[in-house]
């Protein structure tokens, strides 16, 4: 699990095919000092990946098929830069929200405007996606915790504040680029409990029903 606030940016220097999926390495000086041991989970750009060697700065990560079909991986190349977030301890400060780091779905950059010191910026969800997507509910943008502003059809925006921008690879964006998003945990819980209890939901979704469910 991971908490959606970005601890430092790398840089990806090598993308190698290995035996039909992928090895990406990247490096990451702030974690030399880091205890970080094989077999940890790091979110690079909101994908939760299993460090397989390190050699001085630089990690290795095997990615799956699975995740390259559903993620940006496949189009990484060296020099591209990343948000990294080591996977949270029991007694991290949880600043953002609970994250799994399993990417949901690509959106897109729409709009790009300043809104005061901060940057609004609009996407389009994936269809299949935005029900999840809430006025003032959390979504995760590259692995990085944002609040959602407002919500329109397949569009929702947030905004990015100077330190923010600062601090991930949110200011590299440009209108057209992708991004993983990641809907919030709850939303997708929630979801499934309803659909396994039709029979309850005649009464729609109550304040005792979700008392009942442990939602208090």
């Known amino acids: 699990m ?7 940016i790398g840089q990806v220097t090598s993308v190698k095919k290995v035996g039909g999926d992928v090895r990406v390495t990247v490096s990451a000086p702030n974690y030399v000092e880091r205890d970080v041991a094989l077999g940890d989970s790091i979110a690079i750009n909101g994908v939760c990946l299993t460090v397989v060697e390190q050699v001085g700065d630089e990690f290795a990560f095997d990615v799956s098929v699975e995740s390259i079909n559903h993620t940006l991986i496949g189009d990484w190349v060296p020099g591209c830069k990343v948000n990294l977030e080591m996977a949270l301890l029991p007694t991290t ?12 779905g690509l959106a897109t950059l729409k709009k790009l405007t300043n809104d005061a010191r901060s940057w609004r910026m609009v996407f389009e969800a994936p269809a299949d996606l935005k029900k999840y997507i809430a006025k003032k509910g959390s979504i995760t943008i590259n692995g990085t915790s944002l609040t959602v502003n407002s ?3 397949h569009l929702f925006d947030v905004n990015v504040i100077p330190h923010t921008f600062e601090v991930t690879t949110l200011g590299e964006l440009r209108v057209g680029d992708h991004v993983h998003i990641e809907v919030d945990l ?3 819980y929630l979801e499934r409990l309803l659909l396994s209890q039709p029979e309850k939901m005649t009464g729609g979704v109550t304040e005792s029903f979700l008392s009942e469910h442990g939602f208090s």
Do not use: Q, Y
């Open 151 to 153: 919500v329109s059809d």
């Open 93 to 104: 400060r949880l600043g953002g929200h609970l994250v799994s780091g399993h990417v949901d």
């Open 186 to 188: 709850i939303a997708r």
């Open 2 to 8: 991971f908490t959606g606030i970005i601890e430092t």
